[in-house]
């Protein structure tokens, strides 16, 4: 069974960059055909897609983040990662990680970290 | 504005079915397999149904189908446990994104 558990700072400043890292575990995030994925969701609001990677290094960003948003993953320690610069009050939301899997979608979710941006 | 577009809620007895809609174009529904989350109180997503495929421990009072651009998710024998939001997603090919409808709260009266 994958799991997958965000980590990362729960608060950071206006115009600062959010740094969040998912581990994986009961698998190997280099195998498999599969895409590691980022989803946040404001409060009160819905789910919000923001970027993908694939295995292969391969990434997807949602049109409107990409200028700030970077996807990296590391197979030596089983995670992946986003970073999403210049970040304002908009950006505060519960970030989850989870996993893709081609032709079927979101099949495995992290349990999703508050990530707040304030001064 | 969502790409998919849902109900915003339906409701339903203990024991009703009740199905959930999610309309989109042919550059995502029309082309790729859609994917049903559940969401109760503000906990994490659970993946409900992918495709018209249960995943593992799913109860099989929940079904997915497909038509054109419009998918539905069917439960059938609503039990208490249901009262949740339900989002649909799916990829999009004019955007090279993935899309989630802006989700439906169900419910259970």
């Known amino acids: 069974q994958v799991q997958l558990q965000e980590s990362g700072p729960g608060l950071v400043k206006p115009s600062q960059t959010l740094s969040l890292t998912c581990t994986v575990s009961g698998g190997s995030i280099s195998s498999g055909s599969y895409y590691w994925s980022w989803i946040r969701q404001p409060a009160g609001k819905g789910l919000e897609w923001v970027g993908r990677i694939h295995t292969t290094g391969s990434t997807n960003y949602k049109p409107s983040l990409k200028s700030r948003v970077t996807i990296s993953i590391d197979t030596s320690k089983n995670q992946f990662s986003l970073k999403l610069t210049s970040v304002t009050a908009a950006d505060t939301a519960v970030y989850y990680c989870?996993?893709?899997?081609?032709?079927?979608?979101?099949?495995?979710w992290g349990q999703g970290t508050l990530v707040t941006v304030s001064s | 504005q969502s790409a998919l577009t849902q109900e915003a809620s339906v409701s339903g007895t203990v024991g009703q079915k009740v199905t959930l809609s999610c309309t989109g174009n042919?550059?995502?529904?029309?082309?790729?397999?859609v994917g049903w989350y559940q969401q109760i109180s503000h906990g994490a997503p659970k993946t409900v149904m992918f495709?018209?495929s249960l995943p593992s421990g799913i109860p099989d009072r929940f079904s997915g189908s497909k038509s054109g651009t419009t998918a539905s998710l069917t439960i059938s024998g609503l039990q208490p446990e249901d009262e949740a939001d339900y989002y649909c997603?799916?990829?999009?090919?004019?955007?090279?994104?993935?899309?989630f409808g802006g989700g439906t709260k169900l419910t259970v009266l």
């Open positions: 495709g018209s």
């Open positions: 042919s550059n995502n529904i029309g082309s790729y397999a």
């Open positions: 989870a996993r893709e899997s081609p032709g079927i979608g979101v099949d495995y």
């Open positions: 997603s799916t990829w999009d090919s004019s955007l090279s994104a993935r899309v």
